[in-house]
């Protein structure tokens, strides 16, 4: 549920407060305000007074630039509605993380590890959704009896 | 969470992996995958089946899903047969590695949980710092592997240099 703030409001400093609190990996905490400065151009000081309600009419083009970092349409910011459908998605994908990576999850879903090449990986080039598990689940419609499990074999070795 | 050591020990790491892979399951000659896979199933009492997809630019290159009791390899099948042998050989070694399989979504899939949200979004929840050095792990005992498949062509340049740099 968003947080509000002290006098009830959905401010754009509470909206930013619950992002930078809900959106990062399972392994870490929080983003920092540097961080998030280094990954939008703005500067930590100005997310902080952000953060802390100093500026509460930023401009267009920098509330684009968090909603761009966070992946969240920037109206997030400024509709209380938007706002909660959005973090009723969050907590969806925060369930589903949970019961894929919990211990003796039954149900075959999401969990799947995708291989990417080293050279290709940039710190923010991970592939959390893949057209790739189409495939995989397409594949998984046919019955094991009946569907191919090993790769066609190559007729001659040319090294 | 695993505490990762460093990249030099990982090395390490990954080579005596491969060595006790092999202690147990031989590398075929002439060379097939296939046979290869078969040998891994019954060394690790589970079965593996490979999957061919249409790669297109921007998608990964492979995948493997663990089930409850087989898995799935995933490789592209508009690619060489080597580029399929080193692609099936990563996910082996993210197997191997005893790797966590993460959460990824299909499109359908996140266009349903989650219409609002956007790929940095979903990065932000369903990545891990550890990816990277899991990707890292997985290719190094791909390339230590691939190393000993060329060992068993025939001789020529290509086997000479990579025995040189393994001397």
């Known amino acids: 549920m968003p947080e509000q703030d002290t006098d009830g409001e959905w401010t754009f400093a509470a909206a930013l407060r619950h992002l930078i609190a809900r959106l990062h990996p399972a392994d870490r905490g929080p983003y920092s305000l540097a961080e998030i400065g280094d990954a939008t151009g703005l500067s930590r000081q100005y997310i902080h007074q952000l953060v802390h309600g100093r500026r509460n009419a930023p401009r267009y083009q920098n509330v684009q630039a968090l909603a761009d970092f966070f992946g969240v349409p920037p109206n997030y910011f400024f509709d209380a509605h938007l706002a909660q459908q959005v973090d009723s998605e969050i907590a969806t994908l925060i369930t589903r993380r949970e019961a894929a990576t919990s211990e003796g999850e039954t149900e075959d879903y999401g969990r799947s590890l995708l291989a990417q090449r080293v050279m290709d990986l940039s710190p923010h080039a991970q592939q959390a959704v893949s057209a790739l598990v189409d495939s995989l689940r397409d594949y998984e419609q046919q019955p094991r009896t009946t569907r191919s499990r090993r790769k066609p074999e190559p007729h001659s070795d040319a090294t | ?167």
């Open chain 2, 1 to 167: 969470m695993k505490r990762r050591s460093s990249h030099s020990r990982l090395g390490l790491n990954c080579r005596a992996q491969v060595k006790e892979l092999l202690r147990n399951v031989q590398l075929p000659n002439p060379w097939s995958m296939n046979t290869f896979i078969d040998q891994l199933e019954t060394y690790r009492q589970r079965e593996i089946d490979l999957c061919a997809f249409l790669w297109t630019p921007g998608s990964a290159t492979g995948a493997w899903h663990p089930y409850a009791t087989h898995d799935v390899i995933a490789y592209a099948e508009n690619t060489t047969p080597a580029h399929q042998d080193h692609t099936i050989f990563h996910e082996v070694g993210h197997m191997l590695a005893g790797h966590t399989p993460r959460c990824v979504l299909s499109t359908t899939e996140a266009e349903g949980a989650a219409p609002h949200l956007r790929p940095a979004a979903l990065n932000h929840l369903l990545a891990a710092e550890s990816h990277a050095l899991d990707e890292y792990e997985a290719e190094l005992i791909a390339t230590i592997l691939l190393a000993q498949v060329a060992k068993i062509r025939p001789h020529g340049p290509l086997q000479r240099r990579v025995e040189a740099v393994f001397q």
